[in-house]
């Protein structure tokens, strides 16, 4: 079973960088797709990055393209995502989420994953 925990949130001011893990205890996520999703107080979950399963495709929110990088380390089963140039508009909480995605449309909606991380606090100071 896919058992997804969120690490290295915090507060950072604007400019600054984070990286946060995400890592499958259940060692079964290697052959799933990966996103980030965040969620700012009031709003709605959003999408922030993806990875085929495969490794080899990368999805981004426009509004994330250029300062954020998703990767992967599948000997570790752990996905990463590297935040620089951080605005005080990512402030959110960030999850990750595994699922089974084969077409690209369906990397950008939460509905198509299956396990969910707990979340962990991104806050950017102005």
């Known amino acids: 079973q896919v058992q997804l925990i969120e690490s290295g949130g915090g507060l950072v001011q604007a400019g600054g960088s984070l990286r946060l893990s995400c890592a499958d205890s259940?060692?079964?996520?290697?052959?799933?797709?990966m996103g980030w999703f965040r969620q700012a107080p009031g709003k709605e979950r959003e999408f922030v990055a993806a990875?085929?399963?495969?490794?080899?495709?990368?999805y981004y929110a426009d509004s994330v393209k250029g300062r954020f990088t998703i990767s992967r380390d599948s000997p570790k089963n752990a996905v990463f995502l590297q935040m620089n140039s951080l605005k005080p508009e990512d402030t959110a909480v960030y999850y990750c989420a595994a699922g089974q995605i084969y077409y690209a449309y369906n990397y950008y909606h939460s509905n198509a994953y299956d396990y969910w991380g707990q979340g962990t606090q991104v806050t950017v100071s102005s």
């Open positions: 990875l085929s399963w495969t490794g080899d495709t990368t």
């Open positions: 259940g060692r079964t996520a290697s052959s799933y797709a």
